[in-house]
Each structure stands twice: as structure tokens, then as C-alpha cells.
């Protein structure tokens, strides 16, 4: 289970700007925004939304 530590906010600020270069990778789980089950729910379904939007197009 992740440990966030000072400075968590920003480095996965630039850890999304990152992906903006990177299409066709998609993250989610309680690395990012929040370990709970809902929020690893929530990162995961943002996640599949992207995914699905990608190959729409
Ligand atoms: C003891 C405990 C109690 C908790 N209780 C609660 C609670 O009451 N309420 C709550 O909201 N949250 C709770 N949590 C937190 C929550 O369960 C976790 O933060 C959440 O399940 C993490 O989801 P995840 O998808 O990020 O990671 P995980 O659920 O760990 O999923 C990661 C998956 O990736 C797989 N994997 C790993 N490496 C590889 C690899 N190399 N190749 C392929 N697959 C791989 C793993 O097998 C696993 O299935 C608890 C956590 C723990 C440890």
C-alpha cells in the first residue's frame, strides 16, 4: 500500500504531464490520488474512461 510522502502532489503532477506524451498508458490504483477502495474504484474507472476514449477515436 503506498506511503505518500512531502512533495506526493507534485511529483504525480508530473508524473499526468508525463503521460500527456505517453498515449495508450493509463495509471489508477492508491499510488496517485488516494488509497481507499473507493478511490482506487475512481482512478480505475477515470482510467478505463481514457482508455475507451482513445480507441473511439
Ligand atoms: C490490510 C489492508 C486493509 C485495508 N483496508 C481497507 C479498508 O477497510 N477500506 C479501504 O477503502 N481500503 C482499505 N485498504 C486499502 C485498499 O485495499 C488498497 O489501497 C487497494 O486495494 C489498492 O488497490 P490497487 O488496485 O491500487 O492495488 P492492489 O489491489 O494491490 O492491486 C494490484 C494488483 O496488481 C497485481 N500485480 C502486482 N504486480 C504485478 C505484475 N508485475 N504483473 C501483474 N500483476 C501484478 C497484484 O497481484 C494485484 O492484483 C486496505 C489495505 C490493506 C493492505
Given at each position: 500500500?503506498a506511503q505518500y510522502v512531502v512533495g506526493h502532489a507534485e511529483r504525480v503532477r508530473?508524473?499526468?504531464?508525463?503521460?500527456?506524451?505517453?498515449?495508450?498508458?493509463?495509471?489508477?490504483?492508491?499510488?496517485?490520488?488516494?488509497?481507499?477502495?473507493?478511490?482506487?474504484?475512481?482512478?480505475?474507472?477515470?482510467?478505463?474512461?481514457?482508455?475507451?476514449?482513445?480507441?473511439?477515436?
Amino acid at each position: 500500500m503506498a506511503q505518500y510522502v512531502v512533495g506526493h502532489a507534485e511529483r504525480v503532477r508530473a508524473i499526468e504531464a508525463e503521460l500527456e506524451r505517453l498515449p495508450g498508458l493509463f495509471l489508477a490504483g492508491n499510488a496517485y490520488s488516494g488509497i481507499g477502495i473507493s478511490d482506487c474504484a475512481r482512478t480505475g474507472r477515470a482510467a478505463a474512461e481514457r482508455a475507451l476514449a482513445l480507441l473511439a477515436r
